[in-house]
Structures are given as C-alpha cells and as structure tokens.
C-alpha cells in the first residue's frame, strides 16, 4: 500500500523550532501534489502547506512567516520546517500527496506539543 511515513514529531516549548520530515513511497517526482495538514482534538483536519512538482509553495495564514515546506528530490522527501512554535500548533501533523493520476495518500501522522 502506498503511503507516506511522517517523522519528526515530539514535545517542545513555546518559541522553538521542530522538524518534520515525510519519505514519500517510490519516487517524489510520481507526484504533482505534496502537503501538510494537521488535526488538533476536536478540531478538523486543516491544511497548512502545499507544494507542488515545480516548487511551487502555498501556506495558510496563521503559519505563513512560521512554517517552511521543501522537498528534496534525492531523498524523495517533503520536509515541514517549523519555528517560533505557539501552544495553539499542538495538533497530530499528517503528509498528504497527490500523484500525477490524481491518486491521493495519507501519512499515519505524528504528534506536536507545543507548551507555554
């Protein structure tokens, strides 16, 4: 089954910065969409970042200046570099691809706590 591995997650403090890190199956360049969403309790799933084939990046408001998507095609990775953290992004965070054929993918998701 196809589907995409987040890492990266974990416990910081409020002003610091995490990691996250999406190995994408078989080769990055068989998608023409790459995103991050997340999911905080009760809340629904909100996208955050998108990136496309070409490089092309959008964000949402409330991470934009914050958050950096990238990916790297060598390694078949989406990265989400996250800074200036608020207890308000403590969410499970999920990779989302899209391939060429339209087929879409779900990671299994890996959880951000933020504290103040």
């Known amino acids: 089954q196809v589907q995409p591995v987040e890492s990266g997650g974990g416990a910081v403090q409020a002003g610091e910065s995490l990691s996250l890190s999406c190995t994408v199956p078989?080769?990055?360049?068989?998608?023409?969409?790459m995103a991050w969403y997340r999911q905080a309790p009760g809340n629904q799933r909100e996208p955050l970042a998108t990136?496309?084939?070409?490089?092309?990046?959008n964000y949402v408001d409330s991470v934009k200046g914050r958050f950096t998507i990238s990916k790297d095609t060598a390694r078949n990775t989406v990265a989400l570099q996250m800074d200036s953290l608020k207890p308000e992004d403590t969410a499970v965070y999920y990779c989302?691809?899209?391939?060429?054929?339209?087929?879409?993918?779900w990671g299994q998701g890996t959880q951000v706590t933020v504290s103040s």
């Open positions: 989302y691809i899209v391939s060429f054929r339209g087929s879409a993918f």
């Open positions: 990136i496309t084939s070409v490089g092309q990046t």
């Open positions: 078989g080769s990055i360049s068989d998608f023409s969409l």
